[in-house]
Structures are given as C-alpha cells and as structure tokens.
C-alpha cells in the first residue's frame, strides 16, 4: 500500500502514545519503546484507519491512539480500527482451524499478537 512504518521515541509528555497514522506522508509512526507484539497490533490498528478512515484521519477529530485508550475507547473509529487489526492479525479462517488445539499461549505466539487479543477474537467469534 506503500505505507511507510516509521519506529520512533516520542516526545516527552506523548510516552504513553502507541502510535498513529500520519495521512499527508503516507506513514505509520510507532513507539519504538513498546514491545513488539504491541507494536505489531498498533500498525494494523493504524493501517485499519488509513483503509478504513481517511478522511477521518485528515480532521482535527482525529486523535493519537493512546496505550490504554485502544481496547476500552468506545469512539466508533478506534473501535472499527481495532477489530480491523484484529481481524487482519487473526483471520477467522485460521482461528477455525487452531483454536481448539492449543492453549492461549500458543495461539499467542502462533499468531503473534497478546494473550488479550486472543481472548478477544475467540470472544467474538465464539462467544467464549
Ligand atoms: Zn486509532
């Protein structure tokens, strides 16, 4: 999609920020600080934004992910984002297929994303 994915420290006082979507060059900034399977989820979370959400992306509405702000924001945009990076992370076509055979560690390291994340997938797709 020739989106660029750039790892940065952030300024003081954004430290709690795990990344966002910068619409006028193309770019993903993530906080190189984080560890990597948070990483991960934030540039498809922000990837989710730049498909899904473009002309939201380019107004003053629009606002950094924060790092506690992502699973519990009930903003309708950070949500469609979130299960866009979810879906994308963990397709439900692979799900089907793993989820009854190995424990949420697995999973976890099978599809490279949290426990959390995990959860949440076999939540939604399974309702438990
Ligand atoms: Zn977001």
Not at 17 to 32: A, K, L, P, R, T
Not at 51 to 79: C, F, I, Q
Not at 105 to 119: H, M, Q
């Amino acid at each position: 999609m020739g989106i660029e994915v750039v790892f940065v420290t952030f300024n003081k006082g954004f430290e709690n920020v795990s990344g966002f979507f910068d619409c006028e060059d193309n770019s993903i900034y993530v906080n190189q600080d984080e560890y990597p399977l948070r990483q991960t989820f934030t540039v498809a979370h922000e990837l989710g934004h730049s498909v899904l959400h473009a002309e939201w992306a380019r107004s003053a509405e629009y606002r950094m992910l924060m790092r506690d702000g992502d699973y519990t924001g009930n903003e309708p945009h950070e949500k469609e984002a979130n299960a866009f990076a979810a879906n994308l992370l963990v397709p439900r076509f692979m799900l089907d297929r793993y989820w009854n055979s190995m424990p949420l560690e697995g999973l976890s390291r099978l599809f490279a994303v949290s426990v959390p994340v995990i959860k949440n997938r076999l939540a939604f797709e399974y309702g438990i």
